[in-house]
């Protein structure tokens, strides 16, 4: 038990709740942040302003009174329109956006309400490995049993210097399958290694899902159109008979910069999102009203042209690219190891060769140590020997530029294989990351 949390006078807290009393990663780096003044490049959230044509749909959607109630509990209808009329070509059909789409908080419920509405005590939900720890809080608190399969390197003994590297067994993934697997959490384009699985991966994870027809697929899209170089982003949903099994999930958070904004929605067939329809009436009812008119507006406006390019999502993935290929350099410019990520705003750079070579002893900084004791800092006991960790915590302070370990987006029983890595975020304003790449280059 955290030293933080103090025992509640007879009552019992459910098996569900107990496993999540330990502090999480975020719980502990973004105060050390804070305690450090260091550049926080742990969480995944854009610094700037929105695009001008969002802020303006807010600002309209907000000062209209008729925007101010309730909305539909499975979405706006304008939104659900618009989100029907923008995905039809990306899904490659036509979808019903009043049967087959429902909007959400975020991208965060609609995992959760997915998981609430299809998932029982009993079944087992398989998450690819490294995987977002939401993912793990939504299917324990259905009262799931999580399975675990792991991304690996193609070539054993190599290392991994692009997100292109990794791969899925499918050995593996036929193993942990089971008559009682009712789910498979994919990501795609990944958090938090970059990866963007290519349409053969895809069809080979659902050849092997063929033989486990009770299973389907919650396929996790939300950074779709930040994707790199040559590579094109494939929905699982487009995949040869995987439409009536596969929930796909976005958000305009990472669209359009307004994580704050709590925007998400579900896309799928609908005897997949009916249930989940049904079941939002009784957890959050609706999601808010103007902002989900701002961003249908938004959507509407998104395909016309955009600072000198064709489309507002070709700004953005340039955008965004010329970040990635800044901070990439500057990583190795700085004498680290980065793994170039094909999508994404993460990058994960391999911390192994630092610690051979003693640069960084694998203990917690004295200083971290002191604010733990002193309550300014909420630790999780198990990793103060975790050499991931122990990493982020002499950056944060010793270079003043803050990443997250890379082992918390695994189980407890499988932290070992991301030890030797951690994640930075490149989603800032330059200036940021001209200043994060000073601190890096100082001895």
């Not at 700037?48 to 907000?62: G, I, L, R």
């Not at 370990?405 to 990351?433: M, N, T």
């Amino acid at each position: 038990m955290s030293r933080f949390t103090k025992p509640l006078q007879n009552i019992s807290l459910p098996q569900r709740v107990q496993q999540f009393l330990e502090p999480s990663v975020w719980l502990e780096f973004s105060p050390l942040s804070s305690l450090c003044d260091a550049i926080n490049l742990g969480q995944g959230f854009p610094d700037w302003k929105p695009p001008k044509f969002v802020t303006e749909a807010a600002s309209k959607a907000t000062s209209d009174p008729s925007w101010s109630q309730y909305a539909r509990s499975s979405g706006l209808p304008s939104l659900v329109s618009s989100i029907s009329k923008t995905y039809a070509p990306l899904l490659q059909r036509t979808i019903d956006p009043f049967k087959e789409v429902c909007v959400t908080v975020g991208a965060s419920e609609a995992i959760f309400l997915a998981c609430q509405s299809l998932v029982e005590p009993g079944d087992e939900v398989i998450f690819v490995e490294p995987a977002f720890d939401i993912y793990f809080g939504a299917v324990i608190y259905a009262g799931a049993t999580p399975k675990f399969v792991s991304l690996q390197p193609k070539e054993t003994g190599r290392p991994i210097v692009s997100a292109s590297d990794l791969q899925l067994d499918y050995h593996q993934l036929r193993e942990v399958l089971s008559e009682r697997s009712r789910l498979l959490v994919l990501n795609t384009p990944h958090n938090p290694t970059g990866k963007v699985f290519q349409r053969e991966e895809l069809e080979n994870i659902a050849k092997v899902l063929q033989d486990f027809p009770r299973c389907f697929v919650l396929c996790d899209e939300v950074y779709q159109h930040l994707v790199y170089d040559d590579e094109v982003h494939v929905p699982m949903a487009t995949i040869d008979n995987m439409w009536e099994r596969t929930i796909s999930v976005y958000s305009a958070g990472k669209t359009f910069s307004v994580t704050g904004w709590k925007i998400g929605w579900a896309i799928g067939p609908a005897h997949l999102i009916r249930p989940m329809m049904l079941s939002q009436q009784w957890i959050v009812f609706s999601t808010c009203t103007p902002l989900q008119q701002a961003v249908a507006a938004s959507l509407e406006q998104a395909n016309q042209p955009f600072e000198n390019e064709p489309t507002y999502y070709a700004w953005l993935k340039k955008y965004y690219q010329r970040k990635r290929d800044y901070f990439y350099q500057a990583l190795i410019d700085a004498g680290l190891h980065p793994v170039k990520p094909q999508g994404s705003f993460f990058i994960m750079i391999d911390i192994s060769e630092m610690m051979k070579r003693g640069n960084i002893r694998n203990e917690m900084p004295p200083i971290v140590r002191e604010w733990w004791n002193q309550g300014k800092l909420d630790i999780d006991a198990t990793t103060q020997e975790a050499v991931d960790y122990n990493f982020c915590r002499w950056q944060a302070v010793e270079k003043g530029v803050t990443a997250i370990p890379s082992s918390a987006f695994y189980s407890r029983q499988h932290r070992h294989l991301g030890s030797r890595y951690v994640r930075f975020s490149f989603c800032k304003e330059d200036s940021v990351l001209e200043q994060a790449k000073e601190r890096l280059l100082k001895k």
